[in-house]
C-alpha cells in the first residue's frame, strides 16, 4: 500500500542532495573531515525527516500508537510522528466496503436445505474501536453477517409471512 512515499522521497533526496553539494563545497575548500561529517549528518537527517513525515489518503485514517499506548488517529492529508517511538500498526479505510460470503447449507422454517450467497456493505464509522477493540474486525464484521443470516433463514417468520398471506 503506498501511503504517501513520492513526498518522503523528494524530501530524503533534497536533504541528501544539500548535505552532498555543502559536503563537496567543504572537500573542496579542503576541509575532507568537515566534508565526511557533513555527509554523514545529512544522511542522518534525511533518514529521521522522511521517515517522520506521512501522508494518509482521503478514505484512510493511521492509528498511532506511542510506545504502544494509543496516542492519536491521522488523516487524511500530511502528519509528522516521531520516528521509532511513534508506530502506525493499522490503516482504516472508511470508505464503503463490500464483502461477498456464503451461509452454506441453511435450513429454512419448513425444513428446506437452501445455499445463499450475499453481499455485504458496511463502513468503519469509528476507526480507534475498529482497530483496537476487535483483534480482525473485518473477519469479524463477515462471520457476524454470516451468522445473522443463517438466523434470519432459519427464523420462523410470524408477523411478516402473516401480513404477506393476508394481501
Known amino acids: ?62 492509528v498511532i500508537l506511542r ?25 482504516i479505510d472508511t470508505r464503503v466496503i463490500t464483502t461477498g460470503f456464503k451461509a452454506e447449507k441453511t435450513l429454512t422454517k419448513d425444513t428446506v ?3 445463499v450467497d450475499a453481499v455485504l456493505f458496511w463502513k468503519v464509522l469509528d476507526p480507534k474501536k475498529a482497530a483496537l477493540d476487535v483483534a480482525d474486525y473485518q473477519s469479524a464484521i463477515a462471520w457476524a453477517s454470516q451468522t445473522a443470516l443463517r438466523d434470519v433463514i432459519a427464523k420462523p417468520c410470524f408477523q411478516t409471512c402473516s401480513k404477506a398471506e393476508t394481501k
Request: no cysteine; hydrophobic share 55%; net charge positive.
Open 67 to 91: 510506545l504502544g499506548k494509543f496516542h492519536s488517529l491521522k488523516g487524511p492529508g500530511l502528519f509528522f510522528m516521531i520516528p521509532v517511538i511513534d508506530v502506525i500498526p493499522y490503516w
Open 1 to 62: 500500500m503506498n501511503q504517501g512515499r513520492s513526498i518522503t522521497t523528494l524530501i530524503f533526496t533534497v536533504i541528501v542532495g544539500a548535505g552532498a553539494a555543502l559536503a563537496y563545497a567543504m572537500h573542496i575548500v579542503g576541509a575532507d573531515l568537515g566534508a565526511a561529517g557533513i555527509g554523514i549528518g545529512a544522511l542522518i537527517l534525511a533518514l529521521v525527516v522522511s521517515s517522520a513525515i506521512r501522508v494518509a489518503n482521503q478514505w484512510d485514517r493511521a
Open 113 to 115: 436445505p437452501v445455499d
